[in-house]
């Protein structure tokens, strides 16, 4: 509990425990706020002006990897009274919110900081996170917390919105690629795991991040950012904000889909980073392929060259985890040999820690930080 950063961080400087070197420290960095990522209306996608939604998603996961939807069918007052309840969760006394930390990685819901690598990552992210399945709801829910006492109820409600717009928006995605109708159902979108992330004003936004430089690796992210900003894309070599607008999710690509789609579609690059005025909370849904399912580029999309191997999405996961999120490293080792004679492009040989073995929650991005140790 005392690691949590919400419980320990009011009016104490930073520590050195959270201070990243120059080369990934933000700085006092100005992102361009005359950038932004597309906006999309989603309020014409099922009438005479969906081809016309269809290419702007098109187009923006081609380029950034990253949109955001607005007249999504979501409501306004469940977005509100959601980020109200996840704002109450990290506002919890010391001892309501001891009943949810845990370090044991078997726990399906758990609270934890920083990363599941807290114990040996060199540098602490500056964050809490309360993680779930939401999928099968019967099954998980009972698992999520008690307190504050709306929790499973709102959650419920907007978990099982947050999968109809996911499977809303791939249906589009897929239309885009000319794939089949359905293609991204059934198992490719059978997981839906949530991340509450909740960023505490910091004494110095300069020398640490919320959460590192990271791709997510299922299918696609859903994500409910509040009001506060934070969230930053790598885009053309430079940092990007992301607008945090009112009603609006952010929607983006997963290292799974740019795979399906033989990097048609590019999964974005982002971190987020803290500010020193007031909390942030945000709350990611990642849709993702059930853990058995195998992944390869669509048949149709592979043309001259297939530029990944057929895999299991679990070795993808557990890659995934071992290279801290390296995201050229980890999409280099699922290459297809025939483009490299032989030898995937960037595969160095994997050391696995004992401690990657996946449990059923281990779905959303981590690790960002890398072990102590190790070289960059
Ligand atoms: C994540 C993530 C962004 C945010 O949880 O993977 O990128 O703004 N979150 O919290
Ligand atoms: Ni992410």
Redesign the pocket.
């Known amino acids: 509990m005392e690691k949590l950063v919400s419980s320990w961080s009011k009016n104490k400087p930073l520590p050195e425990s959270y201070i990243f070197p120059p080369e990934t420290r933000p700085g006092n960095l100005i992102v361009p706020t005359c950038k932004t990522i597309p906006v999309i209306d989603l309020c014409n996608a099922e009438g005479r002006n969906r081809t016309d939604i269809v290419q702007q998603i098109l187009k923006a996961s081609q380029e950034y990897g990253f949109f955001q939807v607005v007249n999504h069918g979501i409501s306004e007052n469940l977005m509100n009274e959601s980020m109200d309840v996840f704002n109450e969760l990290f506002e919890m006394p010391d001892e309501d919110k001891a009943i949810l930390y845990s370090e044991d990685p078997k726990k399906s819901c758990r609270l934890l900081t920083s990363s599941l690598n807290y114990d040996r990552e060199k540098v602490h992210q500056w964050r809490d996170n309360l993680r779930h399945p939401c999928h099968p709801l019967q099954d998980c829910i009972k698992h999520w917390p008690q307190k504050p006492i709306r929790y499973r109820e709102v959650v419920a409600a907007l978990s099982i919105e947050a999968k109809k717009l996911g499977l809303r928006i791939l249906e589009l995605v897929s239309e885009g690629l000319g794939l089949e109708s359905g293609y991204f159902g059934d198992k490719l979108s059978e997981a839906l795991h949530l991340f509450i992330n909740h960023y505490p004003p910091c004494p110095d936004p300069s020398l640490t991040l919320g959460?590192t430089k990271?791709?997510?690796p299922n299918l696609l992210?859903i994500?409910h950012q509040g009001d506060v900003h934070g969230l930053q894309i790598f885009n053309n070599e430079e940092w990007i904000g992301v607008e945090p607008l009112p009603n609006a999710f952010v929607v983006?690509i997963g290292n799974q889909l740019q795979i399906i789609s033989n990097n048609k579609l590019k999964s974005g690059e982002?971190r987020?980073v803290t500010n020193s005025r007031v909390a942030r909370t945000t709350a990611?849904f990642f849709i993702a392929p059930s853990e058995d399912s195998i992944i390869e580029p669509a048949i149709s999309l592979v043309g001259e060259a297939s530029v990944y191997r057929a895999f299991e999405y679990k070795d993808f996961l557990l890659d995934y985890l071992s290279h801290m999120g390296n995201n050229e490293v980890v999409l280099g080792r699922f290459e297809s040999q025939s483009l490299n004679n032989g030898t995937p492009v960037n595969a160095p040989p994997i050391q696995r820690s004992p401690k990657f073995e996946l449990s059923r929650l281990d779905h959303?991005?981590d690790y960002p930080s890398r072990p102590k140790g190790t070289l960059e």
Do not use: S
């Open positions: 959460i990271h791709c997510d992210t994500l983006n982002h987020v990611a959303g991005p």
